[in-house]
């Protein structure tokens, strides 16, 4: 059985001079997940994972070109649309559905050699930061599995960190992918708003969604963006890739500008955390980095802001399960509005009831301009604030979370606690700008990250400078 | 900014089409007052001649060419469908009695 907890490069290097097989790969991830099946990271196996495999060894033995993530095996979140399994978003209104197409990300992905081995849990519909709201059960963490693997990508961020696959990938709107890679010791990547095509993904609120990866390295993130990043003309909102893609950028700190955001470290910070923080910014500056504090006052409003855009966007999302075209149908109903609503009734978990609630609340009549539309206002200062701090600093920085992984269940009987684990990630997502997650250190044994942000379209340097950061942190398992 | 009770909990998932049991429209009345209560601390800040935004990349009317391209397969897709027949969907009536 192979580790597959090595760099992309290196795996897909031995695959393509036969060294390895892909076989080998799929066969050490399907073992793998056999035998962590406790941490309930999976949902469903792809039961052509193999077949694929077998098709990729026979075109590089046969010496046809091959793609650079040939034979690399990989997890998806179960809120991307693929051919080979169900795809349920962890919720029981879609338990019985069967995609009709497939995810462009997904599509793009196999084309480019990767092997989707199984379909990750998370919060149902992505609804959460903690993955407890998944209607078929929690996710564990991998380090502590009486924690939370945080959400709501907890099943493909415990996957990674668990060896299950080499990368998986996963969604963001809120941190759905930097703050489960936070507390799970992986590296996760959100790309700017519309770099990658989300044509085949449950929607949640798509004013915010971002697809992206969730690697052991930086060096794996920018490779698998690489693959997933461009326009399609399916999805009416993405953006033209970087023309020199994301490869080969390389960075260095001597003269490097970071903004350390004042807000990040403020009361509601661990105070270890904020240890390894100011850490790390001294290290960095001994490398020759220039690091400032900067003031982003409207980041403190900014998960209010979130919590009517996001559930408004959400009620309208959700309004397409209605118990007619597919998925969950109550067998109760005895007229059209009783479809609609017992069908509803039953097949959405707590969480989706409680966002489409509050969605339509704030968008029902006499309640817009108060709620929806001051919302939208503070979302626009928020970025004008953003782009202040990017005419002094290139990369902003700050802790992924508030604190390390919480117990399971400790605010499963708390919302509101539960959205509080967002405060520091939603900015991102309602100014469109990308930031990656890396592992820091640790807190009392479990991982803490540091979050790395960049202006939009600005992933080439961002990488870079990920990487970089990465090697100046080390081994954060030793940083204690 | 009014506190939300059950009445009002009822009006928003009539308009949701939404049922809820008694216990849970009781439980969302407490959850939902928390939730606003928590995003109306907006209402105090300044956004005077602020604008919305509702797309953070600058995007205005994407277009593509009107031509004809191929659907999906119908059969593929109403294979999802909880009831169907002859080709279609079968909905329940639509108004009772």
Redesign the interface.
Known sequence: MVDLRRPIAELAAQVASGKLTAVDLVQSALARIEETTSYHAILELNPEALARAEAIDGLIKAGESVGPLAGIPFIAKDNYLTFATHTTAASNILA???A??QSVAIDRLEAAGAILVAKANLDAFAHGTSTENSDFGPTKNPVDPTRVPGGSSGGSAASVALGQAVFAVGSDTGGSIRQPAAFCGVVGLKP???LIPRTGVVAMAS?ADVLGPITNCAADATIVLDVMAGPD?SD??T?ERDKQGYLDATGSLTGLKFGLIKEYLGAGLNIEIKRHILELVEQLKSRGAEVHEVSVPAVE?AL??Y??LVPAEV?SNL?RY????????STK??????????S???G?G?EA??R???G???L?SGYYD??Y?????????L?EEFNQAFTQFDILIGSTTPGPAFPLGSKSND??AL?LEDVMTVAVN???VPAISLPLGTVDGLPVGVQLIAP?RAERSLMATAVTVEAVIGDWRTRA | MSKIGTTEVERIAKLARLGLSADETAQMAVELGRIVEFVTQLAAVDIEGVEPTDQVTGLVDVWREDVVKPSMDRTTLLANAPAQKDGFIVVKRVQNG
């Open positions: 019985p559905f069967k009709p197409y700017t708003y519309g004013s003309a009416a909102t953006i409003l209010a802001a919590y009517i009620s309004a209605d118990g007619v075209k597919y998925g969950h149908s109903a005895r007229d059209l509005d009783e479809t609609y609503r017992l509803r009734e039953e959405f707590a009831k409680r489409i609630l509050i339509t609340y704030v029902s108060a709620y539309k001051r919302a939208q206002r503070v979302r626009t200062k970025i919302p509101l959205y309602l100014t469109g939009q």
